[in-house]
Structures are given as structure tokens and as C-alpha cells.
């Protein structure tokens, strides 16, 4: 019997010793994403900036997506990149942006940067929400020229733009919430 419970005790103690190992390396990994970001605010365009003009094909639209088409209603910019598509920001990104069409009145645009076809996939596995009954326009970014002329390192990032098309504010998808939101934050203009 005495045996039964040492072996037992040191089931449990090992269970807790993995798990803890497991906790430690996700808030681990938290740490680092939330580092990073803070790292890009002080690269980022200031609010009330002009966004910088931009052009790009829109996936299964023969119009393409331009900088002077969002004027006149707010808008928001969501970069992604099929490359980091693992991270844990990309989790709960299509709930996010489905919530965010309804805030932003279906004005809601993905930037992908990435090839047509790695920006499909990446459309397809995250489900980005059909919403007003049309799916969310997807514009390739193949280059990243966009992504770098809103100095947009890393991906996810959110920009929303005002009804003149300027910055309002940048942000991303908060990780392990139970409602999936984007939190925006507004730079401080320089």
C-alpha cells in the first residue's frame, strides 16, 4: 500500500511538473510577442499622419484596392502575412474581423503580404467571416511594399484610418481572451 502511494505521489508531481513546463514556455512566448510590439511603437506612423498611398489587387475582384476608395468612411487595414499565420495572434483573427465589420460598417480590409496563392490558403484556413453577405476583400501585398510604407514589421497589425484617410490608430488581436477583440492603440503624434 505504502508503495501504491509514493507511486502515485510521484505521478502527480510529474504531472504537475510538465504542465508547469508548458505554462511557463506559453507565458514565455507571450512575453516575447508583447515585447516585439512594444518595440514597433516607436516606428510606427504617428496619428492624424496621412496613410501613404497604396495600390493592389483585391483576390477575386478585378478592382483593385487604393488608398483614395476608403475616404469618406472610417476605415481598418489588417496585415497579415501567411508566414506567421502559427503565431498566436492569428487564433481568433477571423471572430476579431467579423466583429470589426460591424464596427467599421463592412470597411474592413486584409492586406496580405505574401503570394496569391500562400495569401488564399491562408484566406481559406482562417475563414476570414463573410460578412453584409460578401466575404472580406483580401489585397496582395506580394512585395510588402505597403506593409513597410505603414512600417508594419510584424503580422498581424491593425491600422485604422479616419474618413480623410489618415492614421487614427494601430493595434492587434488580443491572444487568449474568450471574446476575440482587436485592441487598438493611438500614437502619440511626433
Known sequence: MYSYSEFL??????????????????ITTLK?????????????????????SFSAPVLDDERPLHLDALKGHEALLMFVSPEAAASAFYSHLATALHALCHRYDGHVYVICSGTEQSCRELARTQRFAKVFRRPLPVALDID????????????????SLDD???????G???????????????????
Open 9 to 26: 505521489l510521484a505521478l502527480t508531481v510529474g504531472l504537475q511538473a510538465i504542465l508547469l513546463k508548458q505554462s511557463l514556455s506559453r
Open 32 to 52: 516575447r510577442i508583447y515585447a516585439d510590439a512594444d518595440a514597433d511603437d516607436g516606428r510606427l506612423l504617428p496619428a492624424g499622419k496621412r496613410a501613404p
Open 144 to 159: 510588402g511594399g505597403i506593409a513597410r510604407s505603414f512600417r508594419i514589421t510584424r503580422t498581424p497589425k491593425a491600422v
Open 164 to 170: 480623410t484617410g489618415a492614421v487614427v490608430r494601430y
Open 172 to 190: 492587434e488581436p488580443r491572444v487568449g481572451r474568450i471574446t476575440s477583440e482587436i485592441v487598438l492603440h493611438t500614437q502619440a503624434p511626433r
